[in-house]
């Protein structure tokens, strides 16, 4: 059993800096992309036709898959005005039930995402001219990661606590 455990601990670790490094690349790419854009435009008066277009999708799938990740390490806003004048077990016990709020509107936009993605699959875009089917992936791939993330905010907690330098998440 022991083995079993800390294979799901490495799992989820490795499935943790994987979702942070894909989070990174987006964002640097995406800049890169969007900085090139401008100085393309107004430097060099000859704007890339896909610049704008690329740029969008990718903040597309940066927000669904940085979210997961922002969940993880309690970096998501939260509203705890009321929350925090809970006691401690009160805030425990709200925390659950919101967390089990959000897996279940996980659990809805995986389903619909992909449905999403397949009936609009047909269509392209107006630049790039690829099937929408893999933009629209990016609900299905964000509400994975969300529910993986959140599924290890339960059952390893400690990873989120050393990438915050010790601080202890809501929990």
């Avoid at 090139?36 to 927000?63: H, N, Q, S």
């Avoid at 004048?85 to 936009?109: C, E, H, N």
Wanted: proline residues 5%; contains cysteine.
């Amino acid at each position: 059993m022991t083995k079993f455990l800390s294979v799901c601990l490495f799992a989820d670790r490795l499935l943790f800096w994987l979702n942070a490094i894909i989070v990174g690349a987006i964002l640097v790419v995406m800049s890169a992309l969007v900085f090139y854009g401008i100085v393309a435009r107004y430097i060099l008066d000859a704007p890339p036709f896909w610049g704008e277009e690329t740029a969008r999708f990718m903040m597309f799938f940066l927000v669904l898959t940085g979210s997961a990740l922002a969940m993880r390490l309690f970096q998501h806003p939260r509203l705890t005005m009321f929350a925090d004048m809970l006691p401690a077990r009160g805030r425990k016990g709200l925390t659950v039930i919101s967390d089990a709020i959000v897996f279940g509107t996980l659990i809805i936009l995986l389903v619909q995402g992909l449905d999403l993605a397949v009936e609009e699959g047909i269509m392209r875009t107006p630049a790039l001219r690829i099937s929408y089917f893999w933009i629209y992936l990016a609900y299905p791939i964000g509400a994975v990661l969300g529910l993986l993330q959140l599924i290890g905010v339960y059952l390893a907690p400690r990873v989120a606590e050393e990438i915050n330098d010790g601080a202890e998440g809501p929990y």
